[in-house]
């Protein structure tokens, strides 16, 4: 994967002291795969006893219908990676990416990374921090269940106080299409731990539409 834009300067050796936001349990799902959003993918309806690829957007009328093909069949989503800065024309096909301002304009380039897998796997804050707001984000194609949270992390960016004291910096980290229960409890000002369990997966319902 190419590398990502890096304000904050953190280093390899910082990395390894952040906790995993998912774990791949590969007992119970394929090996992870990382997606390329910038080409359009297979459109496999479930209506035709097709199963959508990961990273799909699911028209809500279809919602019903693929959860219950899905429990039925025991299939299971696969853990899948989306990449950061990838430009998605053919993936943002709701009203949610076009600019209102004048309708025609559409943002088309994603600026985060997706981690995609089972329903109801655990999702785990990468480091301590507190929650700065959480709620549910409905229209479809949004992040449905969303937490944020503010962490603050040692920066390696030259201090304008040059008093020897190491600087810190806040970062915002956006976990999104989580399921309704992890939203339940997380006032802003909440204290979290990295490694903590913070939310789950979400089904269709409650995560945006995505499969």
Same mark, same amino acid.
């Given at each position: 994967m190419e590398?990502?834009?890096n304000p904050l300067r953190i280093t390899e050796e910082m990395?390894?002291?952040f906790h995993p936001v998912v774990v791949f349990d590969t007992k119970k799902s394929e090996p992870y795969t990382v997606m390329d959003?910038?080409?359009r993918q297979p459109d496999e309806s479930p209506e035709d006893g097709g199963r959508p690829s990961p990273g799909s957007l699911i028209p809500p009328d279809q919602w019903a219908l693929l959860t219950k093909e899905r429990k039925k069949s025991k299939a299971v989503i696969p853990f899948a990676v989306g990449r950061y800065d990838e430009d998605r024309r053919h993936m943002y096909s709701s009203d949610l990416f076009v600019d209102a /301002?004048? &309708?025609s304009d559409a943002r088309t380039v994603h600026v985060g990374i997706d981690i995609g897998g089972p329903v109801g796997t655990k999702v785990h804050a990468f480091a301590d921090g507190v929650v700065? /707001?959480? &709620?549910f984000n409905s229209e479809w194609g949004d992040y449905g269940n969303v937490i944020v949270v503010e962490h603050e992390l040692p920066s390696?960016?030259?201090s304008e106080d040059d008093d020897g004291k190491s600087s810190t910096a806040k970062i915002y980290a956006l976990y999104g299409h989580l399921d309704a229960g992890s939203i339940r409890g997380k006032k802003p000002g909440k204290r979290i731990k990295m490694g903590q369990v913070i939310g789950r997966m979400g089904d269709l319902k409650d995560n945006g539409g995505w499969y």
């Open positions: 590398a990502y834009p990395r390894k002291d959003f910038t080409k /301002s004048n &309708g700065h /707001s959480a &709620g390696t960016m030259p």
